[in-house]
């Protein structure tokens, strides 16, 4: 047992817990962070990620470049924003009770000149059929902490606002995972809600992570069973922050359900499951239990085998994709020719292992063990690179295998293997697929440009900024310096010269021996093109405009 996880210093046993409610806390360590201002954009607000999923599935969804989008608890409308920039024929309207996040975001907006993009301050049960038709949906983090009312009327917005071929997003907390999650949350809010009712939101988080820590260390000290899966929820909110611990926790409602009732809920308000977005999960899923040809064999047998599979693996959280149940026939479940239908590019978090017999990809979606062969060499090769290239496709892959192949080989049955292996890699997300893509550019490969909703956070010391992956990236001193300047009007000869004067200053750190034999402007220039390369990797710097 490690000293940190050791609670040497505390001699109190909670068997029949009795404590003294003056208890004084400040001796474990409660790091404070600042609510922020609506969350950073995610997939679950990504349209071209909804598109995707759903064209993957059969529906032939709007175009994002020409549609339609709701999204209803928009917060100060980041998702929204950032969209409304890339897809300027498009209509983004984002609904919200909190005044001061819609005041932020509509400054946010003003701020980059978006004439596409609303925000309004109302109450969704205000929401009727004078709104329109919308092509998109997203309720993301609002339905699980609604009341029942409110849930009905999430579902009849999506019912009666959603365009005849429109996708509806709606994610939600779930069991069997939150069973444990719910025992957390009960003890959290005991002592943060109910003995010392914090008044001050941020000091009711940190007071109730504080008692969590006190009670983890104390499962520590006794061996209990529940002190690792402790520690698990530990990081996570080390990792998500008071905010999390606000709305996940302490928020007064939170109700988990599972993916069946959920599937009940949708056929009694005449709509139809699609799949979820992070549809690769789940397949990961049925193919380690042996479940992948039941999953796979009829649609309608999926509230069984997804149900089954949530048990499996412990679900406690779902992003599902609706639509209207006039389109069922149309959903479909994905098959081994997704390679060979979409753009393809290389995700960020992908690592490859390789050993005499066989290669290890390690990423967000698990660990993907493929044999070592002529076919994943070569496949393998192409990834690495262009692990940097924002797309290529299925005949890119298979043009650089060409060299490599005798003339009386069946072209048909390589393809077919070299498919099945982009198949699995898809899934497992060593390997990202998009049906419509990014529609910024950078005006040339000297001079790189990152987008002006990017722009709001680039500069600021271990700040997260957000990429056209709809994920985030943490700045460093480099990066604070280097980001603000991607505004396509610097060469990268500049930025050089910049971060050379920023070093003489002290105020950045380059390693000059990772690059020798150059004169020191071109190996700063060197250093910058390395870092260009990163950001085009991370997704942060659109591709060149043709």
Not at 55 to 62: A, E, F, I, N, S
Not at 282 to 306: G, H, N, P, Q, W
Request: charged share 30%.
């Amino acid at each position: 047992m490690s000293d940190e996880n050791s609670p040497q210093e505390m001699d109190v046993n909670l068997d029949g817990l009795n404590l003294d409610t003056s208890f004084n806390f400040s001796d474990f360590s409660a790091s404070f962070e600042e609510f922020v201002e609506g969350e950073m954009p995610n997939i679950f607000g990504s349209i071209r990620d909804i598109q995707t999923a759903a064209d993957l599935h059969g529906l032939k969804t709007p175009d994002p470049r020409k549609c339609r989008v709701l999204q209803l608890g928009a917060g100060a409308g980041n998702s929204l924003i950032a969209q409304a920039e890339e897809f300027p024929e498009s209509e983004f309207l984002g609904t919200e009770l909190s005044n001061d996040l819609v005041t932020s975001g509509r400054e946010t907006i003003r701020d980059l000149g978006l004439t596409n993009c609303e925000l309004r301050t109302v109450n969704l049960l205000n929401i009727d059929e004078s709104w329109g038709k919308f092509d998109y949906i997203i309720v993301h983090g609002l339905f699980s902490w609604s009341e029942e009312y409110v849930q009905d009327k999430i579902f009849e917005i999506c019912r009666e606002n959603l365009s005849e071929d429109g996708v509806a997003l709606i994610s939600y907390n779930c069991n069997p995972g939150w069973l444990m999650r719910m025992y957390v949350r009960e003890l959290m809010s005991f002592h943060a809600k109910k003995v010392n009712k914090f008044e001050d939101k941020e000091e009711e988080a940190r007071q109730a992570k504080t008692f969590f820590e006190f009670i983890r260390r104390s499962y520590f000290k006794r061996e209990h069973p529940y002190a690792p899966i402790f520690d698990l929820f530990a990081k996570r909110f080390e990792e998500e922050g008071l905010s999390h611990i606000s709305q996940e926790y302490l928020a007064d409602t939170n109700e988990p359900i599972y993916f069946s009732e959920f599937w009940e809920l949708l056929e009694d308000n005449d709509l139809y499951y699609i799949a979820d977005i992070d549809w690769g999960t789940i397949a990961v899923v049925a193919d380690e239990f042996a479940l992948k040809d039941a999953y796979k064999a009829d649609v309608d047998t999926r509230l069984t085998i997804e149900q089954y599979l949530d048990y499996m693996r412990n679900c406690a959280f779902r992003a599902s994709l609706v639509t209207h149940d006039d389109n069922r026939d149309d959903v479909v479940l994905h098959d081994d020719s997704i390679a060979m239908r979409y753009p393809m590019y290389v995700n960020t978090g992908i690592s490859i292992q390789e050993s005499s017999t066989l290669y290890r990809l390690n990423s967000e979606n698990g660990r993907l063990d493929l044999p070592k062969n002529i076919f994943t060499d070569m496949l393998l090769d192409f990834v690495k690179a262009n692990a940097n290239e924002w797309y290529f496709t299925f005949d890119d892959i298979y043009d650089s295998f060409k060299p490599n192949l005798t003339e009386d080989e069946d072209e048909e049955k390589i393809k077919q293997i070299l498919a099945n292996f982009l198949t699995q890699m898809i899934i497992y997300k060593a390997i990202n697929i998009t049906k419509t893509k990014v529609q910024l550019a950078s005006p040339s490969e000297d001079k790189p440009k990152i987008t002006g909703f990017a722009q709001l956070f680039a500069g600021k010391i271990d700040g997260d900024i957000p990429t056209l992956k709809f994920d985030t990236y943490k700045q460093d001193d480099v990066d604070v310096a280097l980001l603000p300047l991607l505004d396509g009007e610097h060469s990268v000869l500049d930025l050089a010269k910049e971060l050379m004067r920023l070093k003489e200053e002290g105020k950045v750190t380059i390693n000059y021996d990772e690059l020798p034999g150059l004169d020191r402007t071109q190996q700063t220039a060197e250093f910058v093109q390395k870092r260009i390369a990163r950001y085009r990797h991370l997704r942060l710097v659109p591709p060149v405009g043709e």
